[in-house]
């Protein structure tokens, strides 16, 4: 689908640097995907916070044996 966008050059540049992108379309492409991995893990971290939040101190003490001893 074609778009017709104005998009600032400096923050185009900045952005091709920090993603070492070279054209446009592959900027913006890249920097939605960024978005978008950022939202989800966002989700996932709040929604293991929330599962955190419902364990015991017994519980909790018991999964970080569990993971020094893997």
Do not use: C, P
Request: aromatic share 2%; no cysteine; proline share 0%.
């Amino acid at each position: 689908m074609r778009r017709t966008v104005v998009i600032d050059d400096d923050l185009l540049e900045e952005a091709k640097e920090e993603f070492g992108t070279k054209g446009i379309r592959e900027t913006i492409e890249t920097a939605m995907r960024e978005a978008i991995r950022r939202r989800r893990l966002d989700e996932v971290r709040r929604s293991i916070g929330k599962k955190m939040i419902s364990l015991t101190a017994e519980e909790l003490e018991k999964m970080r044996e569990d993971e020094w001893n893997e």
